[in-house]
């Protein structure tokens, strides 16, 4: 059972309340005259809300260097190829609030969830039934679906941008010898209709060895991402949609997603087939392999 939260009243004497609601309310004031009327409201709520923070859990001058400290470490660790600030934001739960602000339910729309540090623009195009694995190790898996908007209306040339880590638990942009692998787009057919060989998923831990690591084991939470491969699908007049799909009976998702990404309706059967069971596009396979299908329905850009 989750438990709801209430934020305490701080317990300290009327008049050093007053002080307190003074400087808040000082500074509040301070962004009356911002001339762009979201930033002022987006800086006065962020005011309300930290100060509301630093009062309530009556934050000590060394806890609060102490954030200093970490947000400077996060800072340093980041670069190009590293993004510690999405980490925390995954981590705090506050990339999946933000899409659930924006991606009000609609309709039978598939729902999203977080996009992750490892995107890569300009990701290989392979054709329907092509294979996004590149040298990635794994076992394959043929994933196969239509896209469709909520009225039922198929979606030809829908683009489909897939990207997952490989079964050691690590996107290609993680390794250092530039490669490109387990990532690439395709485009669906007349129809609607996509499929391409991926890998099943594996789970995986978030990047731990920095800052938000550290937070995680200070914490007792694991980094563990629940399997997952990802989905950025996009269609002239209609929402992008921004999702992973994940495995059913993957014992991650019941013990925990580090950042807060499953959503029932995204959780798929992937069904392993023996060595040998020929595949939906007769290919040679030795091992095992496994298939699983993704029907991918889009909300309109504007509802
Ligand atoms: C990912 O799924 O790729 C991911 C998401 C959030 C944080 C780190 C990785
Ligand atoms: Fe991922």
């Known amino acids: 059972m989750i438990e709801k939260t209430t934020a305490p009243a701080p317990a300290v004497s009327p008049d050093q309340a007053a002080i307190e609601q003074a400087l808040t309310d000082q500074v509040v004031a301070s962004f009356a005259n911002t001339p762009d009327p979201r930033l002022r409201q987006l800086m006065q709520a962020l005011t309300r809300h930290l100060h509301a923070f630093v009062r ?30 999405v980490l925390l934001s995954d981590v705090l739960g506050a990339s999946m609030q933000t899409i659930a602000v924006n991606n009000a339910a609609y309709k039978d729309a598939t729902e999203a969830t977080v996009f992750g540090p490892f995107f890569v623009q300009d990701a290989p195009e392979i054709p329907i039934g092509g294979d996004i694995a590149g040298n990635a190790h794994g076992q394959p898996c043929w994933v196969e679906g239509t896209v469709t908007d909520t009225d039922g209306n198929t979606v030809p040339g829908a683009r489909i941008e897939v990207w997952e ?11 250092t010898d530039g490669r490109v692998a387990g990532r690439a787009h395709l485009f669906a057919d007349d129809q609607g209709k996509y499929a391409f060989w991926a890998l099943t998923p594996t789970p995986y831990p978030i990047p731990h060895d920095g800052p938000v690591g550290k937070l ?13 491969l990802h989905f950025v699908v996009t269609a002239p007049g209609l929402r992008t949609l921004v999702t992973h799909i994940f495995v059913y009976g993957d014992p991650q998702i019941e013990i925990g997603d580090s950042v807060f990404g499953v959503k029932d309706s995204l959780i798929k059967d992937f069904h392993i087939q023996k060595a040998g069971i020929p595949t939906p596009d007769g290919r040679l396979i030795e ?7 993704f029907d991918i329905v889009l909300a309109p850009a504007k509802v």
């Open 165 to 175: 880590a490989d079964d050691e638990g690590f996107y290609d942009v993680q390794y």
């Open 287 to 293: 091992g095992d392999w496994a298939h699983t299908r």
């Open 56 to 85: 309530e859990v009556r934050l000590s001058e060394d806890e609060w260097n102490k954030v200093i400290e970490f947000l400077t470490a996060a800072g340093h660790i980041t670069d190009d190829r590293r993004q510690e600030f």
């Open 216 to 228: 995680l084991a200070a914490t007792g939470r694991s980094p563990m991402r629940a399997s997952h």
